[in-house]
């Protein structure tokens, strides 16, 4: 129970990712606040969290509004008196397998804005009560496609640089009061895909121009990482625990690498 007592926000909380790291800082004992536009998705993983006997709410929050967010942040912080964790685990559909030539303005930016957007916006919302409580842990998430270099993945790369960029700067900023953030940079989740996350979408616009269906493409992917094999849903969400725990009290401005050793750093 090393979250006991503590209090978690997860943004994106209803899906794959989010709801995993939702049940995982309940099973180590905080209550935990789900925040997401899915009405049914938070609420099954609400129910997951209820019936293991932790303690976890939802509310209907899209992270790309600030006002939204801000809103939502004052009413966790007046009902339970602060923000001990944030976690922002949302996703967002966006284009990828086309190359530089046929890539549109808008198809490239919008990743980048999307995800830069949301991060700054959740961050900005919970630093507030954090720093007037002296501590606080902000997690944010990116892939190792930032270390990629090549065709189709152009405007995600950028998107996974600025968040890891901003996780950084914002360390930097916030650590003087108590505040540490943190970045996970995980590789393709399986069971993410399997499981009906928008990745699965995603990966599918750039496995069939390769002639390959989506088992084909992630076998790929793990036979190019150090342990021939991708991230699991539970690493993520246990590492998730750790870095949010006062065991990881030392860690700051850094990315927590679960690539499998597809990225050296």
């Known amino acids: 129970m090393i979250l006991r007592r503590k209090v978690a926000v997860v943004y994106g909380g209803g899906g794959v990712v989010g709801g995993a790291a939702a049940r995982a800082f309940a099973r180590a004992g905080a209550r935990v606040f789900l925040a997401g536009r899915s009405p049914e998705k938070l609420d099954a993983v609400a129910r997951d969290i209820v ?57 490239y930016s919008y990743p980048v804005e999307a995800y830069t957007r949301t991060n700054f916006i959740t961050a900005k919302a919970v630093a507030r009560h954090m720093v007037n409580e ?100 539970a690493e993520i969400a246990n590492t998730a625990v750790f870095l949010a725990s006062e065991q990881a009290g030392a860690m700051t401005g850094t990315v927590v690498n679960l690539s499998c050793g597809m990225s050296a750093d």
């Open 134 to 233: 002296g501590a606080g842990v902000i997690l944010m998430l990116s892939t190792p496609v930032s270390k990629m270099a090549g065709p189709g993945y152009l405007g995600h790369c950028v998107a996974c640089a600025g968040v890891e960029a901003l996780s950084r700067h914002l360390a930097g900023e916030l650590g003087a009061d108590g505040v540490r953030v943190l970045c996970i940079r995980s590789h393709a989740i399986p069971e993410a895909v399997t499981l009906g996350s928008h990745s699965r979408e995603v990966f599918r616009q750039v496995a069939l121009p390769a002639g390959m269906d989506i088992d084909e493409m992630l076998a790929g992917a793990a036979e190019s990482t150090l342990l021939k094999r991708l991230p699991r849903l």
């Open 51 to 107: 019936a293991a006997g932790g303690m976890a709410e939802t509310a209907l929050v899209d992270a790309l509004d600030e006002d939204a967010v801000n809103r939502h942040a004052d009413a966790v912080v007046a009902e339970v008196g602060s923000i001990d964790i944030a976690f922002n685990a949302v996703g967002v559909f966006h284009v990828q397998g086309v190359p530089l030539a046929g890539l549109s303005l808008a198809d």
